[in-house]
Protein backbone atom coordinates (compact mmCIF):
# COMPACT_ATOMS: atom_id res chain seq x y z
CA UNK A 1 0.00 0.00 0.00
CA UNK A 2 1.13 3.53 -0.26
CA UNK A 3 0.22 7.17 -0.18
CA UNK A 4 1.84 8.61 -2.04
CA UNK A 5 2.05 8.04 -5.66
CA UNK A 6 3.09 11.38 -7.26
CA UNK A 7 3.50 14.43 -6.61
CA UNK A 8 4.48 17.84 -8.44
CA UNK A 9 6.14 20.84 -6.75
CA UNK A 10 7.10 23.69 -8.66
CA UNK A 11 10.07 25.59 -6.14
CA UNK A 12 12.99 27.41 -6.22
CA UNK A 13 16.17 25.67 -4.86
CA UNK A 14 16.59 27.54 -1.71
CA UNK A 15 12.56 25.83 -0.53
CA UNK A 16 14.30 22.96 -0.43
CA UNK A 17 17.00 24.15 2.33
CA UNK A 18 15.06 26.44 4.31
CA UNK A 19 12.26 24.40 4.24
CA UNK A 20 8.62 23.97 2.52
CA UNK A 21 4.81 24.31 3.82
CA UNK A 22 3.27 21.42 1.81
CA UNK A 23 -0.24 22.77 2.69
CA UNK A 24 0.35 26.39 2.15
CA UNK A 25 2.10 24.94 -1.23
CA UNK A 26 -1.31 23.24 -2.28
CA UNK A 27 -3.10 26.24 -1.57
CA UNK A 28 -1.06 28.68 -3.27
CA UNK A 29 -1.35 26.18 -6.41
CA UNK A 30 2.30 25.48 -5.94
CA UNK A 31 1.85 21.74 -5.23
CA UNK A 32 -0.12 19.31 -7.15
CA UNK A 33 -0.85 16.40 -5.56
CA UNK A 34 -1.86 12.54 -6.27
CA UNK A 35 -2.63 10.65 -3.24
CA UNK A 36 -2.11 7.73 -4.63
CA UNK A 37 -3.99 5.19 -1.79
CA UNK A 38 -6.90 7.55 -1.75
CA UNK A 39 -7.65 7.29 -5.58
CA UNK A 40 -6.88 3.53 -5.64
CA UNK A 41 -9.27 2.80 -3.49
CA UNK A 42 -12.38 5.04 -5.40
CA UNK A 43 -11.45 2.20 -8.62
CA UNK A 44 -10.54 -0.61 -6.22
CA UNK A 45 -13.79 -0.11 -4.29
CA UNK A 46 -15.97 2.44 -6.35
CA UNK A 47 -18.42 4.55 -4.41
CA UNK A 48 -21.64 6.27 -5.77
CA UNK A 49 -21.23 9.94 -6.40
CA UNK A 50 -17.31 9.56 -6.40
CA UNK A 51 -15.76 10.22 -9.36
CA UNK A 52 -12.58 8.33 -10.41
CA UNK A 53 -9.22 9.89 -11.30
CA UNK A 54 -8.34 8.43 -14.64
CA UNK A 55 -4.58 8.70 -14.02
CA UNK A 56 -5.01 5.16 -12.02
CA UNK A 57 -6.97 3.19 -14.55
CA UNK A 58 -4.11 1.09 -14.58
CA UNK A 59 -5.24 -0.68 -11.97
CA UNK A 60 -8.02 -1.84 -13.57
CA UNK A 61 -5.89 -3.43 -16.67
CA UNK A 62 -2.24 -3.42 -15.20
CA UNK A 63 -1.29 -4.72 -18.92
CA UNK A 64 -2.37 -1.45 -20.30
CA UNK A 65 0.49 0.55 -19.04
CA UNK A 66 0.70 3.81 -17.48
CA UNK A 67 -0.27 6.05 -20.55
CA UNK A 68 -2.66 8.10 -18.19
CA UNK A 69 -0.65 8.39 -15.28
CA UNK A 70 1.60 10.09 -17.40
CA UNK A 71 -1.09 12.26 -19.08
CA UNK A 72 -2.03 13.74 -15.64
CA UNK A 73 1.87 14.49 -14.85
CA UNK A 74 1.60 16.19 -18.36
CA UNK A 75 -0.98 18.13 -17.96
CA UNK A 76 -0.64 19.41 -14.39
CA UNK A 77 3.00 20.21 -15.47
CA UNK A 78 2.13 22.60 -18.48
CA UNK A 79 -0.82 24.22 -16.26
CA UNK A 80 1.06 24.84 -13.20
CA UNK A 81 4.02 26.47 -15.40
CA UNK A 82 1.76 28.34 -17.43
CA UNK A 83 0.15 30.04 -14.42
CA UNK A 84 -3.36 29.14 -15.58
CA UNK A 85 -6.21 29.73 -13.48
CA UNK A 86 -4.28 32.87 -11.64
CA UNK A 87 -1.71 31.18 -9.97
CA UNK A 88 1.81 32.50 -9.70
CA UNK A 89 4.51 31.36 -11.71
CA UNK A 90 7.20 29.53 -9.83
CA UNK A 91 10.46 27.80 -10.62
CA UNK A 92 11.27 25.03 -12.24
CA UNK A 93 9.47 22.28 -11.45
CA UNK A 94 9.96 19.04 -9.88
CA UNK A 95 8.88 15.92 -9.84
CA UNK A 96 8.65 13.51 -7.09
CA UNK A 97 7.81 9.97 -7.09
CA UNK A 98 7.60 7.98 -3.87
CA UNK A 99 7.94 5.50 -4.41
CA UNK A 100 7.62 4.15 -8.06
CA UNK A 101 8.63 0.24 -6.89
CA UNK A 102 4.77 0.09 -5.87
CA UNK A 103 3.88 -0.07 -8.99
CA UNK A 104 5.37 -3.39 -10.22
CA UNK A 105 3.45 -4.63 -6.53
CA UNK A 106 0.14 -3.61 -8.52
CA UNK A 107 0.97 -5.39 -11.63
CA UNK A 108 2.89 -3.34 -13.93
CA UNK A 109 5.75 -4.56 -15.77
CA UNK A 110 9.43 -2.98 -15.21
CA UNK A 111 9.18 -2.21 -18.80
CA UNK A 112 5.97 0.12 -18.48
CA UNK A 113 7.73 1.74 -15.46
CA UNK A 114 10.71 2.61 -17.07
CA UNK A 115 8.78 3.63 -20.40
CA UNK A 116 6.63 5.69 -18.18
CA UNK A 117 10.18 7.45 -16.55
CA UNK A 118 11.97 8.24 -19.88
CA UNK A 119 8.34 10.41 -20.52
CA UNK A 120 8.48 12.23 -17.84
CA UNK A 121 12.08 12.75 -17.93
CA UNK A 122 11.70 14.24 -21.41
CA UNK A 123 8.61 16.54 -20.27
CA UNK A 124 10.05 17.54 -16.78
CA UNK A 125 14.01 17.53 -17.50
CA UNK A 126 14.24 18.01 -21.62
CA UNK A 127 10.91 20.45 -22.32
CA UNK A 128 10.36 22.54 -19.02
CA UNK A 129 14.09 22.12 -17.73
CA UNK A 130 13.35 20.71 -14.44
CA UNK A 131 14.03 18.38 -12.28
CA UNK A 132 12.78 14.36 -10.97
CA UNK A 133 13.54 12.67 -7.51
CA UNK A 134 12.41 8.91 -7.73
CA UNK A 135 12.73 6.52 -4.59
CA UNK A 136 12.80 3.24 -5.89
CA UNK A 137 13.15 0.19 -3.38
CA UNK A 138 14.92 -2.96 -4.51
CA UNK A 139 16.18 -6.11 -2.05
CA UNK A 140 18.27 -7.41 -4.35
CA UNK A 141 16.64 -10.47 -5.51
CA UNK A 142 14.68 -9.78 -9.10
CA UNK A 143 10.76 -10.53 -8.02
CA UNK A 144 10.18 -12.33 -11.90
CA UNK A 145 11.78 -15.49 -13.33
CA UNK A 146 14.78 -15.37 -15.46
CA UNK A 147 14.21 -13.26 -18.48
CA UNK A 148 11.18 -11.32 -16.53
CA UNK A 149 11.05 -7.77 -17.00
CA UNK A 150 8.74 -7.73 -13.91
CA UNK A 151 11.93 -7.69 -11.16
CA UNK A 152 12.84 -5.04 -8.98
CA UNK A 153 16.47 -5.09 -10.11
CA UNK A 154 15.76 -4.32 -13.79
CA UNK A 155 13.82 -1.09 -13.13
CA UNK A 156 16.68 -0.45 -10.46
CA UNK A 157 19.34 -0.89 -13.49
CA UNK A 158 16.56 1.09 -15.98
CA UNK A 159 16.66 3.86 -13.56
CA UNK A 160 20.34 4.30 -13.05
CA UNK A 161 21.10 4.52 -16.50
CA UNK A 162 18.44 7.25 -17.23
CA UNK A 163 19.56 9.46 -14.32
CA UNK A 164 22.59 12.16 -13.67
CA UNK A 165 22.20 11.67 -10.47
CA UNK A 166 21.79 8.01 -7.80
CA UNK A 167 22.02 7.92 -4.37
CA UNK A 168 22.38 4.06 -2.86
CA UNK A 169 21.02 3.56 0.39
CA UNK A 170 22.06 0.51 2.33
CA UNK A 171 22.82 -0.64 5.69
CA UNK A 172 26.59 -1.28 6.41
CA UNK A 173 27.95 -4.21 4.80
CA UNK A 174 29.48 -5.50 8.36
CA UNK A 175 25.91 -5.75 10.39
CA UNK A 176 24.43 -3.27 12.88
CA UNK A 177 26.19 -0.59 14.49
CA UNK A 178 25.09 1.54 17.58
CA UNK A 179 27.22 4.81 16.17
CA UNK A 180 26.92 4.26 12.18
CA UNK A 181 23.39 3.28 10.57
CA UNK A 182 24.11 2.59 7.43
CA UNK A 183 26.28 4.23 4.40
CA UNK A 184 25.23 5.98 1.36
CA UNK A 185 26.77 6.24 -2.31
CA UNK A 186 26.76 9.17 -4.29
CA UNK A 187 27.06 8.75 -8.23
CA UNK A 188 27.00 11.31 -10.64
CA UNK A 189 27.18 11.41 -14.38
CA UNK A 190 28.57 14.10 -16.02
CA UNK A 191 29.28 14.22 -20.27
CA UNK A 192 32.98 15.68 -20.59
CA UNK A 193 33.78 15.43 -24.49
CA UNK A 194 32.80 12.95 -26.26
CA UNK A 195 32.25 10.71 -23.45
CA UNK A 196 30.76 10.45 -20.11
CA UNK A 197 32.27 10.86 -16.60
CA UNK A 198 31.38 9.01 -13.51
CA UNK A 199 32.21 9.85 -10.29
CA UNK A 200 31.09 7.97 -6.96
CA UNK A 201 31.98 8.99 -3.29
CA UNK A 202 30.94 6.91 0.08
CA UNK A 203 29.74 8.62 2.94
CA UNK A 204 28.27 6.78 6.11
CA UNK A 205 25.55 7.92 8.21
CA UNK A 206 23.97 8.62 11.37
CA UNK A 207 20.41 8.62 12.14
CA UNK A 208 18.89 11.74 14.74
CA UNK A 209 15.45 12.37 15.95
CA UNK A 210 15.55 15.42 14.00
CA UNK A 211 18.05 14.76 11.05
CA UNK A 212 20.96 12.77 10.22
CA UNK A 213 25.23 13.31 10.05
CA UNK A 214 27.24 12.25 7.04
CA UNK A 215 30.78 11.85 7.45
CA UNK A 216 33.45 9.92 5.50
CA UNK A 217 33.89 6.36 5.93
CA UNK A 218 35.90 5.84 8.81
CA UNK A 219 35.69 9.11 10.09
CA UNK A 220 32.94 8.67 12.55
CA UNK A 221 33.44 10.12 16.23
CA UNK A 222 33.16 6.42 17.39
CA UNK A 223 36.16 5.20 15.49
CA UNK A 224 38.52 8.04 16.00
Known amino acids: MFTELNSILNSTPDSFT ?17 EGLKESLS ?22 GLR ?10 NSSSSGEDGTEEW ?32 TVCSQLQGNMVMLVRCDGEDEGDDGDD ?9 LTHQCSLTLHVQG ?4 YCRDIHGQVEVCWRRRQGDGQHTQKKLFQYKVHDKGASFFARGTSSAVL
Open 172 to 175: LPTG
Open 43 to 64: ILIPQEGHTENQAMDFLRDPTV
Open 91 to 122: GPSVLLVDDISVLLSLGVSARAVLDFSHYCKA
Open 150 to 158: EGSELLLRG
Open 68 to 77: SLYKFVQSSL
Open 18 to 34: KGVSLAQAKEKGQLIFL
